[in-house]
């Protein structure tokens, strides 16, 4: 193993005490030269420890007091300790796109020191990022509809230089974080209503991939192998839930209940056979992704139109259709058996 050395960002030369962790990546041991008074400060793990007498003989290093954080990666450790030092660097990790697998190995480090503000902050950021309402996942989906349909003009067409330039961020649709990453980092800072949430993102990111598949790329992306082995049946079990619940809870109601024969063409059988397509799309969506809530209501009745559904029938349809996207919302605790 090669010698150990200095962190040329975290070795301060006015610090009374020298953490020494081994860096995998590097092969070597690292040290990180810092003061008791801010790792106290942030860690109750820390501030216990310098609170004891010392023990009689102590390593040093530097004329300095060492302490060998074993089990512990330096990688890992300088991003924490960065975290700690610098506000304005953990505001920047905390808000990138990547943010869960970013936070993730640095909050598993915060927990076992104790330092609960880091989960925390992640809690709220990874809770923020996640919609809990069918309108969220609707405005979602429609700007991610709207990100592939500018990549598909882009590459068929080309970039006009009088147009925006659609990777800088300020024009670019909203996005969910990474679901793989959002669970594992949600489990670590104890955001279990984002789990279900992104189990159900992941869930209709795993079909077989397809060139016109707008997910295609995610099957090769490397968080996907992060994911425990545990978690791909409750991936299928949830697929079983689904179909079964669609089925039972959400079959077309009866909603032809017109005053007069006369209200619709041949006695209603015409708004029957618009409510049943509808209904279809509906189980097709289900079907291909797992996910009821990426189409409108509105998006879904208006196809039905041109089947000649009148007003009444059309508007019970679309409140139903709210109504069973709000029930499937509610249920993906039980889909995927989250807490």
């Given amino acids: 193993m090669a010698q150990a050395v200095r962190d040329p960002g975290c070795y301060f030369e006015d610090g009374n005490i020298v953490?020494?962790?081994?860096?995998?990546?590097?092969?070597?041991?690292?040290?990180?030269?810092?003061?008791?008074?801010?790792?106290?400060?942030?860690?109750?793990?820390?501030?216990?420890m310098f609170s004891m007498p010392p023990p009689a003989?102590?390593?040093?290093?530097?004329?300095?007091?060492?302490?060998?954080?074993?089990?512990?990666?330096?990688?890992?450790?300088?991003?924490?300790?960065?975290?700690?030092?610098?506000?304005?660097?953990?505001?920047?990790?905390?808000?990138?796109?990547?943010?869960?697998?970013?936070?993730?190995?640095?909050?598993?480090?915060?927990?076992?020191?104790?330092?609960?503000?880091?989960?925390?902050?992640?809690?709220?950021?990874?809770?923020?990022?996640?919609?809990?309402?069918?309108?969220?996942?609707?405005?979602?989906?429609?700007?991610?509809?709207?990100?592939?349909?500018?990549?598909?003009?882009m590459d068929v067409v080309g970039a006009d230089a009088s147009e925006p330039h659609w990777d800088d961020h300020a024009f670019q649709p909203r996005q969910l974080p990474e679901p793989v990453s959002s669970i594992l980092l949600a489990r670590e800072c104890d955001a279990v209503g984002v789990l279900p949430l992104a189990f159900l993102d992941l869930l209709q990111r795993l079909p077989e991939p397809h060139p016109l598949n707008q997910y295609a790329e995610y099957a090769k992306k490397v968080e996907i192998q992060l994911l425990p082995a545990n978690d791909w049946p409750r991936l299928l079990h949830a697929r079983e839930r689904m179909g079964s619940w669609f089925a039972e809870y959400s079959y077309p109601p009866s909603i032809v209940s017109h005053s007069k024969a006369t209200a619709c063409a041949g006695e209603g059988t015409r708004c029957e056979a618009a409510i049943y397509r509808t209904w279809l799309g509906l189980a097709n969506s289900l079907a291909s992704s797992g996910n009821i809530l990426q189409v409108s209501s509105s998006s879904l009745v208006r196809s039905s139109d041109r089947l000649g559904i009148c007003s009444d029938c059309k508007h019970k349809l679309e409140r139903e259709i709210i109504a069973v996207q709000g029930a499937f919302l509610k249920s993906l605790d039980y889909f995927f058996a989250t807490p």
Wanted: glycine share 4%; aromatic share 10%; with cysteine.
């Fill in 19 to 48: 953490l020494s962790a081994h860096s995998e990546s590097q092969n070597r041991d690292i040290l990180f030269r810092l003061h008791r008074s801010v790792l106290a400060n942030h860690s109750v793990v820390f501030g216990d």
């Fill in 57 to 153: 003989t102590v390593p040093q290093y530097d004329g300095t007091p060492l302490v060998t954080m074993a089990g512990d990666d330096a990688d890992v450790l300088r991003e924490l300790v960065r975290f700690l030092y610098d506000s304005d660097y953990f505001s920047t990790v905390l808000n990138a796109d990547d943010f869960p697998l970013k936070l993730l190995e640095p909050c598993k480090l915060a927990n076992k020191y104790q330092i609960d503000w880091i989960p925390r902050k992640a809690a709220e950021r990874l809770t923020k990022s996640w919609p809990n309402t069918v309108g969220g996942w609707l405005g979602i989906s429609e700007e991610e509809r709207t990100r592939l349909s500018r990549q598909i003009e």
